[in-house]
């Protein structure tokens, strides 16, 4: 049997504690806007794959009420537990090798989860789409880094590459974004329909902390792999603190379908 690959960052670590919910910050406003759109309400049934620190998770069982419900997975549920929802199930699951309910939710959604399984993504998906009623609906986020390497200053972009190629070596998929309207269109639940939104990162702004932690937590899994010298990330870290400095990152990629009644 072929071992799992681990997780690429410490899920028990302060800091990583500390950039999800930077990251939640960040990306929040984005999926609840397309949950809304998807017409979310009282009384839906929710499944969340990835719930991480749970900031959509309370979201979504204040959304719902008491006649609906939501149901969060998560490899670590720590910080899951904390949420304070009488209408939450969480459930501590590998979803590489755990099965979901089949046609039991209204809404079965997941942010920032397949990349990090890339090739378990296909199987996972299938489990997300078998997990929809029939007329609920499936929403899905995954990044896509390829302006990375394309972004100024060159400090920036060689550091990318060099976490791209270390990314890729380790099961991460830091490009699924682009191919996941295709991959939700294969699933055949009906027309698939995606959006693409671009964060603008400004130094010492809140998306500037977010990638110094994140730098901070594979600097020396990066550099140790021969990947990225130290005055390369370095001075890409640094341009974090610059207020002057401007430049992109990633893309991430909603892709939502409705499931034929």
Known sequence: MTQLRTYILDDAATVEYQRLDLMSKILDPWTRGYARALGVREGWHC???????????????????????VTSIDINTALLDLVPAQNLTVRQA???????????????????????????????????????RPGGWLLVQEPDFHLAPTTEPEVWAATWRGILDWGRDNGVDWYIGRRLPGMVDALGLGRAEAKTDVQDIRGGDRGARYFQLFFAEVRDRVLAAGHLDAATLDAAAALLDDPDTWTQCWMMTAVWVRKRP
């Open 47 to 69: 499944l969340e794959l990835g719930g991480g620190n749970g900031s959509v998770t309370e979201w979504l069982c204040d959304v719902v009420g008491p006649s609906g419900s």
């Open 94 to 132: 590998d979803l590489r090798t755990s099965t979901l309910p089949t046609a039991a939710f209204d809404l079965v959604s997941c942010r920032a989860l397949l990349h990090q399984v890339a090739e378990h993504a296909p199987a996972v998906l299938e489990q997300m789409a078998a997990a929809v």
